[in-house]
């Protein structure tokens, strides 16, 4: 991270402080992957970020940040048209995050209170923890760029509010976060109201006894419970993207989630969580269920889980020509579906700086045991040369594995700043 800190007569007009630091953050990385980049690529991000003391322990900030990638990948090299020779959704290059955020905020020895204006975290999901395998939850990140959230705390209780899109002067919805911590105790609770009716209500609690942790959510919704997707699939003649359509399931959903975990020993732990959810859309009631381990001996961590998850939406029923995961017709109404997944990771430290990961997974609609043949799996190398660079070589079968790598053959360095 780079710190610029300067002092202008502008500024000290401006914000009636003697300086402003501007820090400019942020991360790249540039290599060679076989499969999902196509060859040679680089991506990364970055931010700006401006910070003004006006005294009495009262600061303005305003950051912006951007994300760019460069690459061939499935997305650029889509059926080429005559009016697009680089493929139909082509989508290398820099992309800015949105408006900016403004803000002001106060840091006292009790209490601390802000106000920002931006593309903004949701105040409902600010405090409220949710639960794997629950199919109903709170909005965490907001889509629109021109939000407004106010937190206030007060010793061990936090409240937040905020509204969505008011970039018209029309408020699109409020939602309401609350958080408090009495000892081990952490309680969250999180309210949305939506204008067009929606709303959605969770709670949850989560506690430390010892070696022991635990928790529980409680979360219902009322409006939009699931949503599928329509395309065309590119099957034009000139490949203009056909538009998608969105169907929506409207009703009331209901999920409750419990979450364990035990430390057996410094060495060894294990955890479990559980998910009960239900709705008046299919008038079914869907279970999620996991357990995992870890060991550590030494250099050596091991870890292994089992789960069965529970998804809500349309099924595909038509094709899918372009690979987009959107077909061109899907099922009439929503339904649960349920996959079995069976994963293991190893990460061995060779020492300070080099790290060897292997592992894999393997899933299977439920009533399926996830076999050998549908096993996906990775291994890799890591090297950190120091605080701000790292070294990568991989191999990985298919996305979202345990070593996070892409998928294919991928030689990469990373840079931090």
């Known amino acids: 991270m780079k710190n610029v800190l300067f002092a202008t007569t502008a500024l000290v007009a401006l914000a009636g402080a003697a300086s402003a630091q501007v820090t400019v953050s942020g991360k790249t990385t540039f290599g060679y992957n076989n499969t999902a980049m196509g060859g040679l690529y680089s991506d990364g991000s970055f931010t700006l970020r401006g910070d003004v003391d006006l005294g009495d322990n009262v600061t303005a900030y305003i950051t912006w940040g951007a994300s760019f990638e460069f690459n061939n990948d499935a997305n650029d090299i889509a059926a080429v048209g005559l009016f697009n020779p680089n493929g139909g959704t082509d989508d290398d290059g820099v992309s800015w995050n949105g408006f900016p955020t403004v803000g002001i905020a106060y840091t006292g020895n009790n209490m601390n209170a802000s106000l920002e204006y931006g593309p903004l975290a949701v105040a409902s999901g600010k405090y409220y923890k949710s639960r794997a395998g629950m199919t109903t939850g709170l909005e965490s990140a907001s889509k629109s760029d021109t939000d407004i959230l ?28 609350l958080g408090a911590t009495f000892g081990s105790i952490t309680l969250g609770a999180g309210f949305d109201d939506a204008n067009n009716g929606a709303r959605a209500i969770g709670v949850s609690a989560d506690a430390t ?16 419970i699931a949503s599928g997707k329509t395309d065309g699939d590119d099957a034009d003649y000139f ?27 410094d060495a060894f732990s294990v955890d479990a969580s559980f998910a009960t959810n239900a709705d008046t859309v299919t008038a079914a009631r869907a279970t999620s269920y996991a357990i995992g381990a870890s060991y550590t001996a030494g250099a050596l961590t091991v870890k292994g889980a089992y789960a069965n998850k529970a998804s809500l939406g349309f099924a595909n029923t038509g094709v899918d020509a372009d690979g987009d995961g959107v077909s061109t017709t899907i ?28 592992g894999g997974q393997s899933s299977a609609a439920t009533g399926n045991i996830p076999s050998i043949a549908a096993f996906n799996y990775y291994a890799g190398v890591k090297y950190t040369v120091n605080d701000n660079v790292s070294l990568t070589a991989s191999f990985a079968t298919a996305k979202k594995l345990g070593g996070g790598f892409q998928p294919g053959m991928t030689a990469s360095i990373s840079a931090s700043f």
């Open 239 to 265: 490949n203009i993207v056909t538009p998608t359509a969105t169907v929506n399931a409207l009703g009331t959903s209901v999920s409750i989630g419990l979450s364990a975990a035990y430390a057996i020993s």
């Open 150 to 177: 106010a937190v206030l705390g007060f010793g061990d209780f936090s409240l937040a509010v905020g509204c969505n899109g008011v970039g018209d002067g029309v408020c699109d919805g409020l939602n309401y976060g």
């Open 209 to 224: 006894f010892g070696a022991l942790s635990v928790g529980v959510s409680y979360a219902t919704a009322t409006g939009i």
């Open 331 to 358: 099922a009439a109404a929503p339904g649960y579906t349920q996959t079995t997944t069976i994963s293991a990771d190893i990460v061995y430290a060779v020492n300070d700086a080099m790290s060897v990961l292997v």
